[in-house]
């Protein structure tokens, strides 16, 4: 029993040996400016990832009994290591190189990125272009799913449903352009390098270019596999 208890009493050592020297370690912090709440956003806005976002920081009033002096500033986020909306963070304060003080605070980040919002009403299955789309500043926290880049392509593609006037372009709302319906005559093309054959056929369902789509030969009634090239001609699949 001793000898358990002289384990226990050793591992309790080292583990608050080790926390004491994780509180007191070296870390990545913003000198004192005077404001805490000035420091605390500028430690998050190293901390938040540079990719083109807007963020606003939004920090309420912080309570009383946290510290005024100090040297500097170190700030841990509680939880999702990329946080939006409201979130608590951790508060070190040190002094002499050393943490002299701990303490909580709540922000709120809110994320913005340029998006393409519709300038007019999108029928579903119309080719988008450019000028169909304003860009303007969104918050990421309104979206169901990603947006698409503002610099994104967008020949060849096509609204996958109706988008109405001010909804945001997203990947969702789009799909590969149709160049082919069911039932559109096409010309089957069949290139294996040595041999060209061509022939008329009839797409049995819609497709987009590089999309491979079954179609009849009008000749020999066969139905077979064939990549769209465009709206008049489809190449047999190998």
Not at 56 to 64: D, G, H, R
Not at 107 to 118: E, M, N, Y
Not at 188 to 209: H, K, M, W
Request: aromatic share 6%.
């Amino acid at each position: 029993m001793t000898k358990l208890s002289n384990l226990i009493s050793s591992l309790t050592g080292t583990i608050l040996t080790t926390m004491l020297w994780l509180m007191l370690a070296p870390v990545d912090t913003t000198l004192a400016t005077g404001s805490l709440a000035v420091d605390i956003e500028a430690k998050l806005r190293e901390m938040l990832p540079d990719n083109h976002f807007e963020y606003i920081i939004t920090i309420p009033q912080l309570s009383t009994s946290l510290p005024t002096e100090y040297d500097s500033l170190a700030v841990q986020l509680q939880g999702d290591n990329h946080p939006i909306g409201n979130c608590w963070v951790k508060l070190y304060f040190y002094q002499g190189g050393r943490v002299a003080n701990t303490g909580n605070a709540g922000v709120q980040v809110q994320w913005f990125q340029p998006v393409r919002i519709a300038a007019q009403t999108i029928k579903r299955g119309d080719p988008l272009s450019k000028d169909m789309f304003a860009v303007v500043q969104r918050e990421l926290k309104t979206l169901a799913d990603p947006p698409m880049a503002v610099d994104a392509d967008l020949n060849g593609l096509q609204a996958s449903r109706t988008i109405r006037e001010g909804t945001t372009l997203t990947e969702s709302l789009v799909q590969p352009e149709q160049v082919v319906d069911r039932g559109d005559r096409v010309t089957i093309v069949y290139d294996n390098g040595s041999l060209f054959i061509t022939a008329l056929g009839e797409a049995r369902e819609p497709g987009s270019r590089g999309q491979v789509i079954r179609v009849r030969n009008i000749s020999t009634k066969k139905t077979i596999y064939a990549e769209v090239q465009d709206d008049q001609s489809v190449k047999v699949v190998k």
